[in-house]
């Protein structure tokens, strides 16, 4: 097997836990981010070594979650190709392309472009989608979309192969027309959520899994079933776990840790012990998503920089 590009060195070191950024940075609920100051906080990040920049994919202002929470977001490969021409190093990713509303050979296009302008630096994360007012719309089958996943990724990994003999379900699909030029590293491919598909499908096809915050005891064992599948279907590959978590930083670093949806609020002693856990459970990335509150995001972000990043 060929390589895997810059993205997965950065994102993705055996035994050690790294941290990402969700973009854009504590974004106010259904406002658009300003580009301008994204693309200064991503030059931050970069400049405190965080590995990854992450974008979502939302094609519909649908309200969604307990709080019917909108959100509003530019598209995610055009978005993440502005910040990657803001940055050096650090990687960006995708967390998660719909693949079931996307033609895999466009999502392909955009995955070897994306990662040809950021030299290599970029993750391509895909999910089936979780807003059903958002398929008819794009003319997609929500009742299919398991189908319409694994299929898409099929040919998705075809596409962006560098290997010529894995590249035959691609030309079959265009008549034996390439994209582009075969790609010289391969492009991580990482399953977000379920994807309705079942974990030992996941751990066969995918290059890394992310699913979501959970309590410590529970996400073990979440661990211990993906390390499970990987010795089933992977030939115990060491494929890395990510986890997404939700934060509010607070500006006492000795502030105790409370729950919140999906995350967690406290200072950051309490989150670098919290950190250090997920690394001993065998986490190997978080992503993290900031919470907006009275804080200048600029601060949590050179806070988590300089204050917790080198105690990993």
């Known amino acids: 097997m060929s390589g895997f590009n810059a993205a997965y060195a950065k994102t993705f070191r055996s035994g050690r836990l790294t941290l990402g950024l969700m973009t854009p940075f504590a974004q106010l609920r259904g406002q658009m981010a300003h580009p301008d100051e994204a693309l200064e906080l991503a030059a931050l990040a970069d400049d405190l070594n965080f590995a990854a920049l992450w974008a979502r994919d939302v094609p519909l202002m649908i309200p969604q979650g307990h709080d019917n929470m909108v959100s509003a977001l530019d598209d995610p490969f055009l978005w993440l190709a502005g910040l990657a021409g803001a940055t050096q190093r650090i990687a960006m990713g995708a967390a998660a392309i719909v693949l079931p509303l996307r033609h895999p050979l466009h999502v392909a296009k955009a995955a070897l472009t994306l990662d040809r302008l950021s030299s290599g630096r970029f993750i391509l994360g895909l999910g089936s989608g979780d807003r059903p007012e958002e398929f008819d719309p ?29 590249r035959a379900s691609l030309l079959e699909a265009t008549g034996g027309y390439e994209l582009m030029a075969i790609p010289e590293f391969r492009i991580p491919m990482m399953a977000v959520g379920s994807a309705r ?27 211990r079933m993906w390390q499970q599948a990987l010795e089933q279907r992977a030939e115990g590959s060491p494929k890395p776990f990510v986890q997404s978590l939700q934060l509010d930083l607070l500006q006492d670093p000795v502030a105790a840790a409370e729950p ?6 406290c200072g950051r002693n309490a989150l670098l012990d919290y950190l ?16 907006r509150n009275e804080r200048p995001v600029r601060d949590v972000i050179q806070e988590l920089g300089e204050e917790v990043l080198p105690l990993l």
């Open 276 to 291: 250090r856990r997920l690394e001993a459970l065998g986490v190997g990335h978080v992503l993290i998503n900031l919470a």
């Open 197 to 223: 598909q079942s974990i030992q499908w996941i751990a066969e096809h995918a290059d890394a899994w992310a699913t979501y915050h959970r309590l410590e005891e529970r996400q073990q064992g979440r661990i």
């Open 138 to 166: 794009f003319g997609a089958d929500l009742e299919s979309r398991k189908e319409a996943f694994s299929n898409g990724w099929s040919l998705l990994r075809a596409a962006l192969s560098p290997m010529v003999e894995e």
């Open 260 to 265: 919140i949806n999906l995350g967690l609020r």
